[in-house]
Antibody, heavy 113, light 110 residues
Framework: QVQLVQSGAEVKMPGASVTISCKAS????????INWVRQAAGQGLEWMGW????????GYAQKFRGRLSITGDTSTRTAYMELRSLTSDDSAVYYC??????WGQGTQVTVSS | QSALTQPPSTSGTPGQRVTISCSGS????????VHWFQQLPGTAPTLVIT???QRPSGVPDRFSGSASGTSASLVISGLRSEDEATYYC???????????FGGGTQLTVL
């Protein structure tokens, strides 16, 4: 079955960067976009950006441009999301999704000094 | 402030029919498909309606969706206790070149 498995929880200092991986299985990795969405505690869903694993094309939400990078490795069927210059406002659960469905299990990122 | 507007909460009793609305604009719902997600506490969202009104495999036919103009609706018929969750609508926004989500509607089954 189609599955996305994300890397584990991260704790980062303010100003640091975080990279989360998202390993896909059960489908042809290059046939579907990968999107990243985050959710702060008790809050709604916030779309961050997308990547086409075949072409490498990306698109980012305005608020993240300049500090967000989404990449992919077709040989390992893995997508990566790097967010730089972290602040406490970036503490959230981060999800990858294949198109609109399914979603990875989520990765908790905590930014704290 | 979300690009798509949903009521923050709604409720119903078992067996009842509930409707959750999602209001947008011509740059999102008015020109693109709407998708609905169910999120149970502590879990990742799951897709319950896609392409305005299509149920993914495994989603009960109690769930239905529709869209008209710049608004969309999710209807849950024959409400069950396991339907208690937060529901989000989503679409693509041509002006923002971004996916947009509603703020979420917390459904309580009384």
């Amino acid at each position: 079955q189609v599955q996305l498995v994300q890397s584990g929880a991260e704790v980062k200092m303010p100003g640091a960067s975080v990279t989360i991986s998202c390993k896909a299985s059960g489908y042809t990795f290059t046939d579907h976009d990968i999107n990243w969405v985050r959710q702060a505690a008790g809050q709604g869903l916030e779309w961050m950006g997308w990547m086409n694993p075949d072409s490498g094309d990306t698109g980012y939400a305005q608020k993240f441009r300049g500090r967000l990078s989404i990449t992919g490795d077709t040989s390992t069927r893995t997508a990566y999301m790097e967010l730089r210059s972290l602040t406490s406002d970036d503490s959230a659960v981060y999800y990858c999704t294949r198109g609109w469905d399914p979603w990875g299990q989520g990765t908790q990122v905590t930014v704290s000094s | 402030q979300s690009a798509l507007t949903q009521p923050p909460s709604t409720s119903g009793t078992p067996g009842q029919r509930v409707t959750i609305s999602c209001s947008g604009s011509s740059s999102n719902i008015g020109n693109n498909f709407v998708h609905w997600f169910q999120q149970l506490p502590g879990t990742a969202p799951t897709l319950v309606i896609t392409l305005n009104n299509q149920r993914p495999s495994g989603v009960p036919d109690r769930f239905s969706g529709s869209a008209s103009g710049t608004s969309a609706s999710l209807v849950i018929s024959g409400l069950r206790s396991e339907d208690e969750a937060t529901y989000y609508c989503a679409s693509w926004d041509d002006s923002l070149s971004a996916r947009v989500f509603g703020g979420g509607t917390q459904l309580t089954v009384l």
